[in-house]
């Protein structure tokens, strides 16, 4: 394949970040200072703790909080775009290319990365249009909408798996999108501590406490899971807007001797409490590709999940993890027991860590993203040239 010259100069463009968004966007700042001659990120929020840990890198970063009422998120919406915008033109003669990830509905920046003629790629880890298809109010209808103007502006758009490409209604798009990942997993720290045999019945979920991931699901599960299994403990790993709402049902349904609800879980202490999960439950009713289903892979916990996003490209019922098609409480419930008596629980939890070995480390990230950014670059400059 024809190569770009030099290394190029990227500027990475992110919505002001929660804690999740820490993981995925340093992995990706580190692929791209692999490949860039120079790095800038404009971000805010937790996102600045990427810029403190990378600090050869450039960046900008902005708090942003989220207002009650809905003129002032509005308003605030469009005033963090105005900054990351100005942001842009300032730096603008020192970037060869822009990359926007986590950074739906950022319309105004993005339309003037093309108004001063640079390209710019929509890398993907979430689908707004799936999350909120059914969520009728006015602001999520105008993120919708900015999502799709980001959508239509972008010369490339970065997925994980061909499969999202129906799945998140992009059929439209297909001459554009290209395929890569940011997910890196240390296979030194995120390893099998714990053989499952020593186990105890402990069942996790860790993630966003929120509708999409079809958290309420499993909360409802669990008495459908105790009336069979007395001695089964859960664990809730994470955050959300449903954190009320679980431990209000956790309550009614006298379930506290049995639940640990364990908040936000740091990053660096993922390995020690995925080595003592028996089986790890992702009912998400819209994925892109969860970290923590390859973070449990690579420390030999079993995955029970939804076959939603790429996830079916690396969980093979039976093989890899578990596959379920209905994520209903009692559905879910059979499902666990499926998994936890499962005669071939060991060798499942050893394929997976394989895979992981082969297909998630640094070199083949780096690898992917290089040859879409070489490629994109090329084409603009084609496209430059015959005008």
Known sequence: MKKFKNKPRICVVTYPGQVASIAP???????????SESLYLITGNEGKNVLNAHPKIGGYSINYKLKQFIIARIFDHFLLQAKIAIRILKINRDIDIYVFYMGAGLILPMSICRAVKKPVLLALAASLNKMLKNDKRLLSRMF???????YRMSNK?????????????LKKYSNKICFAHE??????????????????????????LSSEKGIMNFVKSMPYILDNCRETVFMVGGDGPLTKEIK??????????????????????????????KLLVLPSFTEGLPNIMLEAMACGTPVLTTPVGSIPDFIEDGETGFIMEDNS??????????GLSHPNMDI??????????????????????KDIIALTLISDNDRKSVK
């Open 248 to 277: 209000e049902y956790i309550n009614d349904n006298n379930l506290q001797s049995h639940v640990k609800i364990m908040g936000w879980i740091p990053h660096q202490e993922l390995p020690e409490y995925l080595n003592d999960i």
């Open 144 to 150: 919708i909408f900015l999502e799709n103007s980001n």
């Open 329 to 338: 409480p009692k559905s879910l419930a059979q499902n666990v027991f499926r």
């Open 348 to 369: 499942i939890a050893k394929n997976a860590r394989r895979l992981v070995e082969q297909e998630f480390s640094f070199e083949k990230a780096v690898e992917s993203y």
């Open 25 to 35: 966007l340093s992995n990706l700042v580190e692929i791209l200072s692999e490949i």
């Open 157 to 169: 758009i970065i997925l994980y798996s061909d499969k999202l490409i129906a799945e998140w209604n």
């Open 183 to 208: 997910h890196i997993i240390d296979i030194n720290k995120f390893k099998c501590k714990k053989l499952l045999v020593d186990r105890k019945n402990i069942i996790g979920y860790i993630g966003r």
